[in-house]
Every structure is written in structure tokens, then in C-alpha cells.
């Protein structure tokens, strides 16, 4: 870790447990928010998804952090009106659970499209990858499959 980097927690996995570590100083809502924080990072890192490129590496967990924290918490915080809106973008107006595959492989195609790169189905198809399944990329469906029409 860098010498002067600011952090509000911090996650430690090892072989004598885990622990999440959160900075007293701060609210109710952003102790929420920072312990699920590092929850997406010990979920990241034991599924090994961690990307080299640091930066870009927390603001995927920043917004998957964002996906799976409630809207109420989020309402809460500074900056509440804009983490509700991503909230609202990411999980598709709640449509898509982070605690599903097909949930947080669609969140997942939400966050790279925000981040500005056209690495949504590579995103989303690492996951799957992952996880053992099947990426579908957007508007490869076949017209009618899944609306009980035909077979």
C-alpha cells in the first residue's frame, strides 16, 4: 500500500482468518458501504478477478459496491442522489441481483459501459468463465427464446 494513501477499510485474507478493518470516524451508512466494499474485494479476489491496473481495479469495486448495497443506505451518504442514480443504472432498476450469475454478469456489462471501455462481453464473459457458464452476448437471442414461443 502506498505511504500516503487514505483508506476507510481494508480487507486482510489469510491463513489465520479474515478480517475487515473500517475506520471509526465514519457514519452508519458509509461503515455499511465500505464493509461491503471489502467484501467485493475478497469476493474479487478469491474468484480471481483482480485486474492489475489498480485504478481501474476500485472503481469496478466502487460500482459493484454501488449494485449491492441498499438504496436507503446509499440515500444516506454524502453524495446520495448521485450513488442512488448509479444504483439505479447498474442493477437496471433492481432488475438484475448481484447474488445471481445472470444478475451480476448483466451489472457487470452496466459497469465496463460506464467505464468507457467496449469490454462488456469480454467483462462479462471472464465472469462467466469464472463462475461456469454461458455468456450470451447482447442481441445474439434468438427472436423469441424465453417467451415461450415456439422451441
Known sequence: ???????????????????????????????RFT???ELVHARRQRAEEELRDERLEEAIV????????????????????????LHDYVTGGCRFDPDTRMGLRAIYRRIWTLLGANRGRQAAARVARLRGSRVTPPGSRRRGAGRGRGT
Not at 62 to 85: F, I, K, Q, Y
Request: hydrophobic share 40%; no cysteine; aromatic share 4%.
Open 1 to 31: 500500500m502506498r505511504p500516503d494513501a487514505d483508506f476507510a477499510g481494508l480487507v486482510h485474507m489469510g491463513e489465520d482468518g479474515n478480517e475487515i478493518w473500517v475506520e471509526a470516524g465514519l457514519s452508519e451508512p458509509e461503515k
Open 35 to 37: 464493509i461491503v466494499h
Open 62 to 85: 466502487e460500482l459493484e459496491t454501488v449494485a449491492r448495497v441498499g438504496e436507503r443506505t446509499l440515500r444516506r451518504m454524502p453524495s446520495g442522489v448521485a450513488l442512488t442514480l
